[in-house]
C-alpha cells in the first residue's frame, strides 16, 4: 500500500500494520482487547477511587500504588485509541505529529511506571530495614515530591527523542509494524543517520531502567537480609 509523504512534515503520516494476515478476524480480535482495556481501566479507577476514600489506606504505600494505577491508566489510554482504531475502523494512517506524541507519552510512562516501582521498593526498605524513621522519612510531601521527580525525570528524558526524529528523511517505507508508535520502530524506518538517537535511547534505557531495576535488586536484598537477621520465626514471617 503506498504511503502518504509530503515535503511538509505536517502533512506526512505513518502505517500502523498492527495484526498483519488477521484482518479479517479484526471484529473478533477486538472483543477480548476491549474486555483487557475496560478492566485495566475499571480496575485502576477502582483502585483510586478506594485509596481516596478510605481513610485507613492514606500511607505511602497505598499513595505508590495510587501513583502506579495512575501510570498504567496512562499507558492504556495512550495506546487504546490507534489499536481500535484499526480494529473497529480499519483506520491505520497516523500523522507524524500525532505520532509523535504517542511516542512521548507510551515513553514517558513506561520510565515513570519504573520509577513509581522503585519508590514502592525503597518504602518497603524504610518500612523493614528502618522502621523507627519510616513516619518521619516517608511524610506526604516526600512522597508528592517523588512522585514530581518521577514525572520530571521521565518527560525531561524523553523530550529529545522526538525532535531529531522530526528532522529525519523518510524515503523508504512508512510502515510500522505495531498498532501505535514507538521510537526503536520509527528510527529504523529513517534514511538519515541514526547514531545519535541510537545511542541516546540506550543512554536512557540503561540510565533509568537499568538504574531502576539495580536499586529495586539491592533494596529487597537488604530486606531480604534484614528479615533473615532476624532471631524469631514469627518476626521473620
Known sequence: ??????????????????FQGLEGLHGW????????????ILGNLTILHVIRTDATLHEPMYYFLGMLA????????????????????????IGIPACFTQLFFIHTLSLVESSVLLSMSID??????????YSTVLIPVHIVKMGLRSVLRSALLILPLPFPLKRFQYCCSHVLAHAYCLHL??????????????IYGLFVVACIVGMDSLLMFLSYAAILRTVLSFTSCQERL
Open 1 to 18: 500500500m503506498a504511503i502518504l509523504y509530503n515535503s511538509n512534515l505536517q502533512r506526512a503520516t505513518f502505517f500502523l500494520m498492527g
Open 29 to 40: 480480535i477486538s472483543i477480548p482487547f476491549c474486555f483487557i482495556y475496560l478492566t485495566v
Open 70 to 93: 495512575l501510570t498504567d491508566l496512562g499507558l492504556c489510554l495512550s495506546t487504546q485509541p490507534t489499536v481500535l482504531g484499526i480494529f473497529w475502523f480499519d483506520a491505520r494512517e
Open 124 to 133: 518497603r526498605y524504610v518500612a523493614i530495614c528502618n522502621p523507627l524513621r
Open 185 to 198: 520502530e520509527i528510527m529504523k524506518l529513517a534514511c538519515s543517520g541514526i547514531t545519535v538517537n541510537h
